[in-house]
């Protein structure tokens, strides 16, 4: 807001400064300027698109990851004891630290250690998985319940790519400086012709609050708008209740 209001208030001085050359700058500013909005536009529309496309593919690989998780989760109810068990807290344990990464901001310290405490977990569960394929090496249990593992991994490693992956900061920094420099010029031309600037304050601020908007689109754990993880904080909810299937060790108990 700063930059595109300053911008805007300095081209309106330089323009009444040379107000006494209208006649000599009036075409060529005319010019620049109408090329400068097509192209700025341009620019602010491709950077938008970028965080736009980022921010979908967020939210397409949360429910992604909380779709294989709870896929696990149940396949993980057909092993037999005392894998059952011990896979079942490890992937409940491993679903709170994948709510902390959708919370913690991407790159920064805690993001990182929860990141790590998830791959740790994972060499936990990939081990338990391997005892459960040599104790039945014919069972179909096991061997569903790896492939969904192994899936449940890919899908935590595209969804920290999703986070980590941002708007370059040479087209936020393009689109500001192309916003600033084109408000400017077109401030300047309205002053020059002797006319009003409040569309041009006007269109500072739809500029700005563009910018902000894409900016914001590119922080998924800050800012108004962020990712939401409603479906992993539900998949860990339903965790916390007693597991639907039984698993092949628990005795049946026929009442009378």
């Not at 009036?26 to 341009?42: C, D, H, I, R």
């Not at 679903?95 to 791959?119: F, H, L, M, N, W």
């Amino acid at each position: 807001m700063v930059a595109t209001m300053g911008a805007t208030a300095l081209g309106a001085f330089v323009g009444r400064r040379r107000r006494h050359l209208s006649e000599d700058l009036a075409e060529s500013f005319g010019v620049m300027q109408g090329a400068l909005l097509g192209v700025v536009g341009l620019i602010l529309a491709f950077g938008l698109s970028l965080a736009l496309s980022r921010y979908e593919d967020r939210r397409a690989a949360i429910v992604d990851e909380a779709n294989t998780i709870g896929t696990t989760y149940l396949r993980a109810q057909t092993l037999s004891e005392p894998l059952r068990t011990r896979s079942l807290r490890l992937l409940e344990t491993y679903t709170g630290r994948a709510v902390q990464v959708s919370e913690y901001v991407p790159g920064s310290d805690d993001a990182k250690a929860a990141i790590e405490d998830e791959e740790a977990i994972q060499r936990r569960l990939w081990a338990l998985a391997g005892e459960a394929l040599d104790q039945e090496p014919v069972a179909s249990a096991p061997r569903l319940y790896v492939e969904t593992l192994n899936e449940m991994f890919d899908a935590q490693t595209t969804r920290v790519a999703a986070l980590n992956n941002q708007v370059p900061t040479a087209v936020l920094l393009l689109q500001i400086v192309g916003g600033c420099v084109a408000l400017a010029v077109l401030a300047a031309y309205l002053a020059l012709m002797g006319r009003g600037i409040g569309g041009v304050l006007l269109a500072s601020v739809l500029v700005a609050f563009l910018l902000f908007v894409t900016m914001d689109l590119d922080r998924p754990t800050r800012g108004f708008i962020t990712i939401p993880d409603t479906v992993l904080k539900e998949e860990l909810g339903s965790m916390q209740q007693a597991p639907a299937a039984r698993g092949p060790d628990d005795e049946v108990v026929v009442r009378p």
